[in-house]
Nanobody, 123 residues
Framework: DVQLVESGGGSVQVGVSLRLSCAASGSTINDYCMAWFRQAPGKEREFISYFARMGTTKYADSVKGRFTISRDNAEKTLTLQMNSLNSEDTALYYC??????????????????WGQGTQVTVS
């Protein structure tokens, strides 16, 4: 079974940085895409970034140039470095695993795994 545990969230001021981490368990976790999503109050869950097994990464336009995703397969961890935070980054941030690479994109379908989330509040 796969378990994901996020950490690193908090309440920060506009302009500062935070680093989120996701610790994963499961023997096949490294074979699939991993990603970060977020959900702000009253809004739908939003894709932020993914890291595919072969090293391909993708970012949402809203975070491109500010956020950096990294992955350590040996440690089974996924990290999101977030710089220049603003109030629109306030959300519950989720780690996801088990995404399928389609040849062009990572897709997180019903069989994907999700963490419980870590709250980021920027004010």
């Amino acid at each position: 079974d796969v378990q994901l545990v996020e950490s690193g969230g908090g309440s920060v001021q506009v302009g500062v940085s935070l680093r989120l981490s996701c610790a994963a368990s499961g023997s096949t976790i490294n074979d699939y895409c991993m990603a970060w999503f977020r959900q702000a109050p009253g809004k739908e869950r939003e894709f932020i970034s993914y890291f595919a097994r072969m090293g391909t990464t993708k970012y949402a336009d809203s975070v491109k140039g500010r956020f950096t995703i990294s992955r350590d397969n040996a440690e089974k961890t996924l990290t999101l470095q977030m710089n220049s935070l603003n109030s629109e980054d306030t959300a519950l941030y989720y780690c996801a695993a088990g995404g399928i690479w389609t040849g062009r994109n990572c897709v997180f379908a019903s069989g994907s795994y999700w963490g419980q989330g870590t709250q980021v509040t920027v004010s």
